[in-house]
T-cell receptor, first 112, second 115 residues
Framework: KAGVTQTPRYLIKTRGQQVTLSCSPI?????VSWYQQTPGQGLQFLFE???????NKGNFPGRFSGRQFSNSRSEMNVSTLELGDSALYLC???????????FGPGTRLTVL | AQSVTQLGSHVSVSEGALVLLRCNYSSSVPPYLFWYVQYPNQGLQLLLK??????LVKGINGFEAEFKKSETSFHLTKPSAHMSDAAEYFCAVSDWYNQGGKLIFGQGTELSVKP
């Protein structure tokens, strides 16, 4: 099976812009979670989607949003980018009945 | 609320020596516990997990961890370090309600292996 894929792998934006990141889960996996990784704050949970519904949400401002499509692919959007949004954004997928998450390689976002 | 504390942001061992990475958790409900490894410019790879059952869990690459409820710990060990073990290691907690989703991570421990 192909693993979790994330596109793009690298992205450079300027403050105030918005960005959309994409995640394709492992075939058959219906749960997709997003995490932000920074040197200062470490790995932080953003949100989880299951069957197109947001199931869990972390403590991030409303500028961070996501959605999941009927094929389980997920997108994450960040509006009005700030310098502090520079991070590695990781996506993970898992099947509904299992508890093991499989991570993608991440999207490295740099905000200038 | 759940939380994870990893003692030591950097650990250095000699090749062939014992690896011990410490993790303590806090959870008001029975936890699911995980150890992940991250190599530079890569995502996270699961080393091992504890959900229920046997408290000594064996994972990939010779790693193992023991769930100790009384100590709220889940320390990661490997009897003999290899150069390829140099990476960052993350301990994480979830719970039955979240079915392994919504992982709460520790701050990570960077492992260096000296020849």
């Amino acid at each position: 099976k192909a693993g979790v894929t994330q596109t793009p792998r690298y992205l450079i934006k300027t403050r105030g812009q918005q960005v959309t990141l994409s995640c394709s889960p492992i075939s058959g996996h219906r749960s997709v979670s997003w995490y932000q990784q920074t040197p200062g704050q470490g790995l932080q949970f953003l949100f989880e989607y299951f069957s197109e519904t947001q199931r869990n949400k972390g403590n991030f401002p409303g500028r961070f949003s996501g959605r999941q499509f009927s094929n389980s692919r997920s997108e994450m959007n960040v509006s009005t980018l700030e310098l502090g949004d520079s991070a590695l954004y990781l996506c993970a997928s898992k099947s509904g009945g299992d508890n093991e998450q499989f991570f993608g390689p991440g999207t490295r976002l740099t905000v200038l | 609320a759940q939380s994870v504390t990893q003692l030591g942001s950097h650990v250095s061992v000699s090749e062939g020596a014992l690896v011990l990475l410490r993790c303590n958790y806090s959870s008001s409900v029975p936890p699911y516990l995980f150890w992940y490894v991250q190599y530079p410019n890569q995502g996270l790879q699961l080393l091992l997990k504890y959900t229920t059952g046997a408290t000594l869990v064996k994972g990939i690459n010779g790693f193992e961890a023991e769930f100790k409820k009384s100590e709220t710990s889940f320390h990661l060990t490997k009897p003999s370090a290899h150069m390829s073990d140099a990476a960052e290691y993350f301990c994480a907690v979830s719970d039955w309600y979240n079915q392994g989703g919504k992982l709460i991570f520790g701050q990570g421990t960077e492992l260096s292996v000296k020849p």
